[in-house]
């Protein structure tokens, strides 16, 4: 049981790139969740899903784009990568929001932006 | 913009020290949450207390929430050098759809062996 499994672990890309970040959960969890880490900073919510085929927008969702066509997988695309989207980006998950859960966390993706 | 602020920013202390982190929050919650980050690491929730809770323990952690002052601390006794780690507060705000968390900045905390 490997929990959130994100990919790739580190990236480096020149700005004007794109590329597209993985997020797989082996748990049968409904909701899943892309943040954002700066140093310094706690995580910010890029955007998130409450099921197959569901996307909505957090609080920083100006540059991404997500899609989730399986309920195990929540993507993440970045279109033209800019230097301030250089970050720690965060996938998490919940089974439902029945009563409060905690969030399972991936290890991360570091991208840096040329 | 962050709902939770952490106080203090970074903490230094003896193992077998206690160690106290403090979170605020400005609206109204239905639960807060604590996860710690070891270095290079993703979140690993700890625990998590209800607005109708005012102290919950887990092990050598303890929590208090005061929803009238809107804040919450985290209690870890007896500390040990592997307890280095970032701590953050979450905070799930009444009324927010898709159980969505707001995290505070976090705490640093380091246990000198």
């Known amino acids: 049981n490997a929990g959130v499994t994100q990919t790739p672990k580190f990236r480096v890309l020149k700005t004007g790139q794109s590329m597209t970040l993985l997020c797989a959960q082996d748990?049968?969890?409904?909701?899943m969740y892309w943040y954002r880490q700066d140093p310094g900073m706690g995580l910010r919510l890029i955007h998130y899903s409450v099921g197959e085929g569901t996307t909505a927008k957090g609080e920083v969702p100006d540059g991404y784009n997500v899609s989730r066509l399986k309920k195990q997988n929540f993507l993440l695309g970045l279109e033209s990568a800019a230097p301030s989207q250089t970050s720690v980006y965060f996938c998490?998950?919940?089974?439902?929001?029945?009563?409060?859960?905690?969030?399972?966390f991936g290890d991360g993706t570091r991208l840096s932006i040329l | 913009s962050q709902q939770g602020e952490e106080d203090p920013q970074a903490l230094s202390i003896q193992e077998g020290e206690n160690a106290t982190m403090n979170c605020s929050y400005k609206t109204s919650i239905n639960n807060l949450q604590w996860y710690r980050q070891n270095s290079g690491r993703g979140l690993v929730h700890l625990i998590l207390?209800?607005?109708?809770?005012r102290e919950k323990h887990s092990g050598r952690l303890r929590v208090t929430l005061d929803t009238s002052k809107k804040s919450s601390s985290l209690l870890i006794t007896a500390s040990r050098a592997a307890d280095t780690a970032s701590y953050f507060c979450?905070?799930?705000?009444?009324?927010?759809?898709?159980?969505?968390?707001?995290f505070g900045e976090g705490t640093q905390l380091t246990v000198n062996p």
């Open positions: 207390i209800r607005s109708n809770e």
């Open positions: 979450a905070t799930a705000p009444k009324g927010t759809s898709g159980s969505r968390l707001t």
């Open positions: 748990m049968n969890h409904e909701y």
């Open positions: 998490a998950s919940i089974a439902s929001s029945m009563g409060g859960e905690p969030q399972h």
